[in-house]
Nanobody, 112 residues
Framework: VQLQASGGGLVQSGGSLTLSCVVS????????MTWYRQAPGKQREWVAM???????NFVDAVKGRFTVSRDNAKSTVYLQMDSLRPEDTAIYYC???????WGQGTQVTVSS
């Protein structure tokens, strides 16, 4: 099983990034997918989730700015991040809900 996250980078405050997480080696379409992030010196926190049916939920800090979507044909989950703020700076991880399967993380840095 492999979760390959990508799409991070350096962006100015107010900018946008789209993260991708490609899943292989396990059934994708029937599983809930989540995104987490870990900022320097802080604990990993849950950011967003999307169910197999496409329902989504977000931590309050990103509501209205982040969108999560999935393409089951490509076994890929996306995190569209708009209106980025310096406090969004973190390593972002994808995770298959209630499993031990995590992506390797992708760094997002938002400059002020």
């Amino acid at each position: 099983v492999q979760l390959q996250a990508s799409g991070g980078g350096l962006v100015q405050s107010g900018g946008s990034l789209t993260l991708s997480c490609v899943v292989s080696g396990i059934a994708f379409s029937s599983n809930v997918m989540t995104w987490y992030r870990q900022a320097p010196g802080k604990q990993r926190e849950w950011v967003a989730m999307i169910t197999s049916g496409g329902s989504t939920n977000f931590v309050d800090a990103v509501k209205g700015r982040f969108t999560v979507s999935r393409d089951n044909a490509k076994s890929t989950v996306y995190l569209q991040m708009d209106s980025l703020r310096p406090e969004d700076t973190a390593i972002y991880y994808c995770n298959m809900y209630r499993t031990v399967f995590w992506g390797q993380g992708t760094q997002v840095t938002v400059s002020s």
